[in-house]
Every structure is written in structure tokens, then in C-alpha cells.
């Protein structure tokens, strides 16, 4: 006799592990299972069709197409003339747990205590394989030493060799604090890194914006002029890595920091 099979109906759809709302992760650990995807990932577990091909994944610009997010993330305003897709659900830094005060994208706020659906902690998988690491979850320390035997971040926000597109998963080294950090060689680019083995990325503004690391809401010379966030303290912070707590791409107008780009300079 013949073995019972099961086979996936034509209505069943796959999963996978995003951090857009739009493209699986590209990570077969993370895309595997849903406790890997929302656990040691920090991901979303989403269905492979969750968005149409023409919608705009989270992070986007969706200035005039207000309509066009992938779910859950809605068009939301950064500024007046510069709209984003973002979740509503869970906080823009790195896929967690909700914004405390619901504040603007890229807010790096305290974060809710809340726990996963499955209490047992996550750890290396036990398949009768074995088991995959993804190579950028390698953990690197961001350390070296000076002359006078104190320790400095050796850690620089740069483009990847390999990445020539608007977004591209990078790695930041594991003791690097969860954070938004400026590009130093130009004005238009960051790095966000999670602070986890969770993927950092590396992304640059569009259309002529500026990465703006502490987020102004009008011109520098506005009367009413403000940051929604603020530099790291110690190392990572202002003078230094200039990394900050969130960000936004911005107009050259309302960029207000003294980076060694001279990005506050800019027309």
C-alpha cells in the first residue's frame, strides 16, 4: 500500500521573514520559521503576496501616492512636502515593539516590555542538519586600540562594494548601540545599525534629500524650528560617529549639524 502525502492546496499561500512589508528577507534561516522570523530576526512573518508588485514597501517615499503601502506600514507625513511609508504597528527603528509616543520614522524610543508569542527562548536551532548561520550575523567587535592604550570605535558608515541600489543589507559590528549613522563621506546616505544580529542596512535619500540625523521640522532659520531626536551620547555620538537616536531625509534647508561633510552648507 501506498504512504498517506500531503500536498499544498492551490489557496495555501508561503511565508517568509520581511523587514519591508513588501520582499522576504533573502535569509533561508529567517524565512524558515515564523519564531526564527519574529524572534532572533526581529522580522515580520508575512505572506509572500502581502503586497502588490507596484506597492511601495515601508520606507519608501509615498508623497503622491498616499494609497500605496504595503500593509501594515501607511503613508505617513515626515514633513509637510515629504511623505513615508511607515508601520503603525511597531516601531521604525529595527521591526520591534511599538512606539511609545508614536513619534516620527527612524524614532528610537524605550520600548515596550512585551513578550513573544512562545516562551521558551530561542536559540540555536537542533535539526538533524546542520544548522545554517547567516554570514552576515557574524559578530564583530567595532574596537581599536589608540596610542595612549584607550579604545575607540574603528566602525565607519560607508556604501558596501556590492550595493548599488536605494537600500542594502549590511552587518554592524555587535557592540555598535542601536542607531542612525551618517555616511561621513557624503550627506545623503546612512547606516542604520540594530544593535542585534538582526540585519542593519545601509540607505541613501532620493531626490535630492538629505539625510538629516536629527530630523528638523522646518528651515535652520525657522523661528519655529525643531529636532525630533537627538545624537547618541559618549563615542558613537556628536563628533565622532555622529550617530544619532532616528533621522529622516530632509530638504538641504533644514539641515542644521556641523558634520565633516559640510552638509549644512549645502544649496
Known sequence: TMEPTTSKHDDEEDYCCSYDYKNCSNNSWCDKEKSR?????NGTWMGVNNCATDGLARWKECTNYKDSCCSPATCTMV?????QCLSTHVSDDDGGDE???GSAPHAQTGKKGTSPPSLKPISTPCPTSKPVTPP??????SKQ????GTSSPAFVCS???DCSGVSC???CPLDVPTGYYPDLSGCDSYCYCTGTRAPSRYETCQHGLLWDPLGWNAPRNHRGARAAFHYL???YGKGTLWGSTGGTCNYASSINDTRPAGCINKP
Open 37 to 41: 522570523c519574529e524572534g532572533n530576526c
Open 79 to 83: 514633513n509637510p512636502h515629504y511623505w
Open 99 to 101: 512606539d511609545d509616543d
Open 136 to 141: 552576515t550575523m557574524e559578530p564583530t567587535t
Open 145 to 148: 586600540s589608540g596610542s595612549d
Open 159 to 161: 556604501r558596501p562594494a
Open 169 to 171: 543589507q549590511i552587518q
Open 233 to 235: 551620547s559618549g563615542a
